[in-house]
């Protein structure tokens, strides 16, 4: 998964880099080529990065709940 990941990242890099260069250029396709770079970046990277990223539930320790605020007033009451 990571490394299809890293393989689609630089492939839409490069897709928005040739749909700028074609917006420089003037080519008639180009809106259509750098809309679509952007769609696939947003609807098929993103979704595959956040599910990778996420599914181990690692971010549970960065959540803020009662329990971890009340254990951080009182550590700074402390100080």
């Known amino acids: ?3 299809l990941l890293k393989i689609l990242f630089v492939v839409f890099i490069i897709w928005m880099l040739v749909g700028a260069f074609l917006v420089n ?3 008639e396709k180009a809106q259509v080529v750098m809309g679509l770079g952007v ?3 947003a609807f098929i990277f993103m979704p ?3 599910y990778y990223r996420y599914k181990d539930g690692k971010y549970k320790k960065y ?3 009662d329990q971890k605020l009340m254990a951080a007033f009182k550590q700074r009451d402390k100080k």
């Open 63 to 65: 959540i803020l709940n």
């Open 39 to 41: 769609f696939f970046l």
């Open 48 to 50: 595959l990065f956040i």
């Open 1 to 3: 998964m990571k490394l």
């Open 25 to 27: 250029t003037n080519h």
